[in-house]
């Protein structure tokens, strides 16, 4: 058995200069971020892949992040137990205005890496004088190899829902371009498939049919974490609703029974130690910042996680 697990780890930055100043933003755009507390969230992450790990047994052989800031959170992340000594990076700098991107973690005992890229989108927007050209987060894209078979992994944070969602185009135009791709290296029929990220889109939202509906002739994704969905399993939340932004797909392949690696679960990782106690919020992630109120806990979303039998 093994575990691809993504977790969206809520503004994982470098503390700066301004770092103690309680009434200023530092660079990162959060208050009052000091080192203390990055080592104490590094330790958190950390300790929420060592509860996968002490409740499946083993700890995950790849690993989709989002939220990281730079190569340096990622190495002093690893290094952090039980992490420490397992586990490869990879990562590339975006032009997110944010200054946030995703990686992809990989136990280097078991993954080769055999090529990888960044994908970079540009937007045409107008402004008050000139148009200029809107920039997201790159979606990450690395071809491994498991045991003899082939993974294509592709790792994303779509444009995030805001002013009345005038980025859905953008997550439409995205996930269109990499059905495209995907299309492609599916026509080796061997090669398997995971797409993984905060989508920023429920399971059942037209968007997500891009990839999942069945129209895409029979290489249409097979997205497990729609029934989880339905029954109210939500891995992070917006004011009362519940939100399951956070999925992993995956290639028809994953569930043939000839095939070495084979869907077996999907869950969100809600463990209690990773859920708030507040009597009105109860069950929901325990995050590290409520607006501008430092309240010192993992994330504002649960990770997600598939059980691959092999």
């Known amino acids: 058995m093994e575990i691809f697990a993504f977790y969206n780890v809520e503004n994982l930055f470098l503390p700066d200069s301004n770092a103690g100043h309680k009434s200023e933003k530092t660079k990162s755009g959060l208050f009052n971020w000091d080192f203390r507390k990055y080592q104490y969230k590094l330790n958190k992450i950390a300790h929420a892949f ?6 499946h047994q083993q700890l995950p052989f790849m690993i989709g992040l989002a939220e990281i800031s730079g190569d340096h959170v990622l190495k002093d992340l690893i290094q952090t137990e039980p992490l420490q000594g397992k586990y490869g990076i990879l990562h590339y700098k975006s032009l997110d205005e944010r200054n946030v991107d995703v990686a992809l973690l990989y136990d280097h005992s078991k993954i080769e890496i055999l090529e990888s ?12 004088d000139e148009k200029y050209y809107d920039t997201t987060r790159d979606i990450l894209f690395a071809k491994v190899k498991f045991e003899g078979e082939i993974i294509n992994v592709f790792v994303l944070h779509l444009p995030s829902k805001r002013e009345k969602d005038v980025n859905k185009p953008k997550r439409s135009y995205i996930l269109q371009e990499l059905k495209n791709r995907i299309e492609k290296i599916q026509e080796n029929a061997d090669e398997k498939v995971i797409v993984c990220g905060d989508f920023n889109e429920n ?10 509906d069945k129209t895409f002739q029979k290489n249409a994704l097979e997205n497990p974490f729609a029934d989880l969905f339905f029954n109210k399993k939500y891995s992070t939340f917006h004011y009362k609703s519940g939100l399951l932004f956070d999925q992993i797909l995956l290639s028809g392949n994953f569930y043939h029974q000839e095939d070495q690696l084979q869907f077996e679960m999907a869950e969100v990782f809600n463990h209690p130690q990773l859920t708030l106690k507040s009597r009105n919020l109860s069950g929901r992630p325990f995050r590290t910042f409520a607006g501008t109120r430092y309240l010192g806990g993992y994330s504002d979303h649960f990770p997600v996680l598939v059980k691959l039998k092999n």
């Open 117 to 128: 890229e960044p994908i970079t989108f540009f937007f045409e927007e107008s402004g008050l």
């Open 50 to 55: 060592r509860l996968i790990g002490e409740q």
């Open 203 to 212: 399971p059942d939202d037209e968007v997500l049919e891009i990839l999942s």
